[in-house]
């Protein structure tokens, strides 16, 4: 029940009321006797009341003396180049602010960029903000542990990083820089059939590196097969086939930028150059750019992906490759929980859960969306198939969310693009620390220490 609010403030002072009567004097300011030309009353002496007290000395205003304003006057020295530049980036963010700034158009573009409309990526984000934590307090948080086990082998972090296409038009050092900055961080780098790094140059480059390969399936068996064993001799464990390219995306940024592999020096892309020199040095005066594991190639991505993969897949294939490829064997793609079973059913040891951050169907499942579901299912199962999640990871708290909602492990895309483009190996090496503090920033507030202690409750989804 509510009560009507008084016009008064409760907590103000209280002053004596005027009742109408009588002063001392016996007459009334503005009364019978103010008008009358007799001399006005003096009021009744009152004794003195309490007097103010003193300001204290540090309210008290006064001229700053030269001795107070010295210490205040350590000016520091600018700071320039790559390392600070990067230092000043607090998030992923950050980094994507400064890579915008320093990437000509179109290869900023295809990495910030989806498909059509883009409401698959912007869903995908969304769908991490419409998370509220729920903390637990009073726990020993003193030393959190972000270690994991993923696909039979330890990772410092649960997080590796994402094939990626392309990857040295973003920045010169390409796929050698994410490799070797996955391999200082202890954590699983994914090499891109799509790659401009070959195989064996990222094994020698990373040889302490745990380096995966992903694989597109062409109508070429043969090709195929000789990416595998290749892959196998350089030492990859895991093998991660891509299975929602049956076509190419409708990636509309392209299309306005007139992308093509290699990018096209004209009269646009030179006015793009102007203000973006260093990213253009670097590409001139580097090795061509080229698909390491394919022949040279000159087009758009659409066309070279409608030309060279294949249509026709059906799980058939993935029995094959389940013979074929002895290591670890992971299905990238799935957007379903029937398809999880099914890929895990012919042999997978793991599925990702993703819709190629939202680069090929525009309003596909968002993979946060089902993550439970599937992860339910497969333990329903008895399946012991590792639950990898990407798509909209754009913070450590994200990954966080993603592994108490049930994933085993997650993959980051364009959160280490952002860095790769921000400043090369360095700018990776700052996207993985900048998402590891967010991560055990998140843990510790929400009172878990190891990442095993995560679970649904952590979590609660708003519903929008």
């Known amino acids: 029940m509510t009560q009507p609010v008084g016009t008064t403030n409760p907590e103000a002072p209280t002053t004596p009321q005027d009742t109408g009567a009588d002063d001392a004097s016996g007459t009334l300011d503005g009364g019978a006797g103010a008008g009358s030309g007799a001399p006005a009353a003096q009021p009744a002496s009152r004794p003195a009341g309490p007097q103010a007290p003193a300001l204290p000395d540090a309210l008290r205003r006064r001229i700053p003396k030269y001795a107070d304003l010295a210490p205040l006057m350590q000016f520091k020295k600018p700071e320039l180049g790559r390392a600070a530049r990067l230092r000043r980036a607090s998030t992923i963010w ?91 961080a202890g954590i699983p780098y994914t090499l891109s059939t799509m790659g401009t790094a070959s195989i064996e140059d990222v094994a020698a480059a990373a040889p302490e590196g745990r380096n995966w390969f992903q694989l597109y399936l062409w109508t070429d068996r043969d090709r195929s097969l000789e990416l595998i064993d290749r892959a196998a001799k350089a030492g990859n464990d895991t093998l991660m086939v891509t299975v929602d390219t049956a076509v190419a995306g409708a990636r509309l940024r392209d299309v306005r930028n007139g992308m093509t592999i290699p990018p096209a020096l004209t009269l646009k892309t030179v006015l793009d150059a102007s203000y973006r020199p260093e990213w253009w040095f670097n590409f001139l005066t580097h090795e061509p750019l080229t698909f390491a594991s394919l022949s040279r190639y000159t087009g758009t991505v659409a066309d070279l992906i409608n030309s060279m993969f294949d249509p026709t897949l059906t799980f058939d294939d993935l029995d094959w490759l389940r013979e074929t490829w002895k290591g670890k064997l992971v299905v990238k793609g799935i957007q379903t929980v029937d398809d999880a079973r099914k890929v895990v059913d012919h042999g997978a040891d793991g599925v990702v ?97 190891r990442i095993t202690d995560l679970t649904p409750d952590h979590v609660h989804l708003l519903q929008r």
């Open 353 to 449: 859960l993703s819709n190629h951050g939202g680069r090929q169907l525009d309003r596909a499942p968002i993979p946060f969306h089902p993550l439970p579901e599937v992860t339910a299912a497969l333990r329903s199962d008895n399946s012991d198939a590792a639950v990898i999640l990407d798509t909209g990871i754009m913070s450590g708290a994200d990954i966080i969310a993603a592994l108490a909602m049930g994933a085993d492990f997650t993959l980051i895309g364009r959160a280490y693009l952002y860095g790769l483009m921000a400043g090369g190996q360095a700018g990776v090496e700052r996207a993985i620390e900048i998402l590891a503090t967010d991560m055990r920033r998140t843990m510790a507030l929400l009172g878990v220490s």
């Open 94 to 184: 950050d980094l994507r602010a400064i890579a915008k700034r320093r990437t000509p158009k179109a290869p900023f573009d295809y990495t910030d960029g989806a498909a059509e409309a883009e409401i698959t990526l912007n869903r995908a984000r969304q769908a991490f903000q419409d998370i509220e934590f729920r903390p637990g307090v009073l726990r020993n948080v003193s030393a959190v542990d972000l270690g994991t086990d993923i696909l039979g082998k330890a990772s410092l972090l649960p997080f590796g990083i994402a094939p990626t296409g392309f990857t040295r038009m973003m920045q010169s050092e390409g796929e050698y820089a994410g490799s070797r900055a996955a391999a200082a």
